[in-house]
């Protein structure tokens, strides 16, 4: 074959084609998949933990008052007056305060948008409240914990180093701290999801699998380790390869280390700008937490 049959065999100039310098890309449409596909949620699974205290009430803050454990008897000697204890008790105020997010979206948008835009920022904002939530439950928590344990013992927080992981001493030592405080009902126990695979490379865990139901598994739950509820949650979050979980007990009678009070429930509303045409679209609620007893919650600081 010679040079005249190739120059007679290419494509000519004006050709109909779907290069991007052709008249056919004007026909050309691209294809979307109409379908929205789902963003993956983090487990939120710390805020059903804490005491709740309904305060939908007229008022700035509220008192919670908690009974504080009487001193022991003492001998007593004939005819002589039996001393008189103080009667004694402690409260915890809660002062709640807004948590909230917003979107905007114009009436142009609107009706161009192959999914409904509206609904699924309200879907987005509900999720949002949630996580801004766990996450103020866990860094209360943490703040107000009055035990802590370090992984192997290690004296300074900055000496953490990749072989001290989550291990069966540090958890036994945090019920042990917990129980010397007279908190006895050592319950949760709460990690991050590298803990979670420390602990369950030791291989003893009784894993949700063995004793619950699926449905456990997707809020959370790993299992029972020394009598304990094991719940995985992003919201113990890792910081130069350290993090804090946590051991929370609950009192004799069943009373919360921690209390969640809640002043406003959550709410979405929508506002129209007709001059602007567009809509603002926010999500708030009002609420704080409040650690109620200290002694019953220790942190355990590992590597992770």
């Avoid at 042990?176 to 979670?196: C, F, R, V």
Wanted: proline fraction near 2%; include cysteine.
């Amino acid at each position: 074959m010679n040079k005249r049959e190739y120059i007679k065999k290419a494509i000519a100039t004006n050709a109909f084609t779907a290069d991007n310098n052709s008249e056919a890309t004007a026909v050309n449409p691209n294809i979307w998949d109409r379908r929205l596909r789902e963003y993956e949620e983090q487990n939120l699974i710390i805020t059903p933990l804490a005491e709740a205290f309904d305060f939908r009430m007229p008022g700035v803050d509220n008192t919670v008052t908690i009974d504080e454990a009487p001193s022991a008897a003492s001998a007593l000697t004939e005819t002589i007056d039996v001393t008189i204890s103080a009667f004694t008790t402690r409260n915890v105020t809660f002062t709640p305060t807004e948590q909230g997010a917003a979107y905007q979206l114009t009436r142009k948008e609107a009706v161009r948008g192959f999914f409904n835009v509206a609904d699924r920022m309200v879907k987005k904002l509900g999720y949002s409240l949630a996580l801004r939530k766990d996450n103020l439950a866990y860094s209360t928590a943490l703040a107000g914990v009055g035990n802590s344990v370090v992984v192997n013992s290690v004296s300074v927080a900055t000496d953490i180093a990749s072989t001290d992981t989550l291990n069966y001493a540090a958890i036994t030592n945090a019920i042990k701290a917990n129980e010397e405080d007279y908190y006895t009902g050592n319950k949760y126990l709460i990690i991050n999801h590298s803990q979670k695979q420390q602990l369950l490379n030791l291989g003893t865990i009784n894993k949700a699998n063995e004793f619950g139901t699926r449905d456990a598994i997707q809020k959370g739950l790993i299992g029972e380790l020394f009598g304990l509820m094991v719940f995985a949650s992003h919201s113990v979050t890792t910081t130069a390869n350290r993090a804090y979980a946590l051991v929370i007990a609950e009192t004799g009678t069943g009373e919360k280390a921690f209390g969640y009070a809640i002043k406003r429930d959550p709410m979405i509303e929508k506002e129209y700008h007709a001059r602007g045409r567009y809509w603002d679209i926010v999500a708030h609620e009002e609420y704080e937490f409040q650690v109620l007893h200290p002694n019953a919650i220790c942190s355990i600081l590992s590597y992770a």
